[in-house]
């Protein structure tokens, strides 16, 4: 059985505090089973399922304790892994001290703000290299539910590889955006699902579960994106190697404490650009390359760098640029 206290090589290059050990989480049973694969029979006894749920951190002292505390009440057999980029507001450290309190939470300091995306890949790492069976992620600014987790993990249960928290599925809603900003989102959203194949209708939802098999197919090590664009890498990845995706509807309110990190409107302009780019690069490799090399496409280049694409595994050769 393992615990918090055996640390990983994976964290060596950070400085991850050995926990208290009374408050290290059990790994005690679920009761949430993963289904056998397909055509396989299934056994008369599968394992007890280790989850975890990672959530980034950067400026959320306000938001931090309260999420904790509610994802320990919603799933109390899932742990915690807490990801700050040394937040100056002390989120780290608010963190430890709650995850004292109610268990199953560790927390990864990093050294410095270097986004989304690399937070992930770090969390996601460790908690892999910990072997956790099943790995989510949510926002901690409360837009996300930690009520729903369990929902998460059950479509695991029922059969999906991956389970996507999704405003676009039947009984999915964004109540409090303005008509426009939901317009913006929903078109983005359907743009990058065209442009790049996408078989997830949510594409930039950061409230998933991943069986942790999943994560290693799709080499989430390989992927280069930071920000909101790594989602949609990772929802690229996951409809290139055809991993069956289940989106459950959700209810996604907008942070009401703490700093936005996030600059709407630009985030978005850039975010088309990028997967626009990304998307002629895989539909006409020859076309997009033949644009970069003309002014107008340097001049783009310059400013909005283009997304990179998939290596490795999962991302298996369709429609590879061969610039990259
Ligand atoms: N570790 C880490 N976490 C980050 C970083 N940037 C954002 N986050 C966290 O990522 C999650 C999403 O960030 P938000 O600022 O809420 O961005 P958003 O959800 O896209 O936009 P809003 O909901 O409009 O604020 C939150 O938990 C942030 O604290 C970062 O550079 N490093
Ligand atoms: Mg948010």
Redesign the pocket.
Known sequence: MRSWSRRRSACSDAAVPEPDSAAAPSAAPSGARIGAPVGVPTPRYTPPVRSIVV??????AENIAGLLRAIRAAAPATDVLV???DSPDGTGRIAEEVGAEVGGVRVLH?VR????G??YRHGFRVALDDGYDVVAQM???L?HEPAVLPQLLDALVGGAEVAVGSRYVPGGSIPNWTRFRRGLSRWGNGYARWMLRLTVRDATS?FRAYRSEVLERIDIDGTRAN??LFQIETAYRLSAAGVRVQEVPITFV??VA?????A?VR?MVETELRVTWWGLSLRAPRLSSAFRRTPGGRYLADRVAPMPLPQGPGAGGRGRDPEH
């Open positions: 959530v980034p951190t950067y400026c959320e990801v700050d980029d990093r703000k270097e986004g989304l690399a937070a926002d901690a600014d837009s950061a920000g909101y907008d942070r703490g700093q936005s990190k996030m709407v985030t």
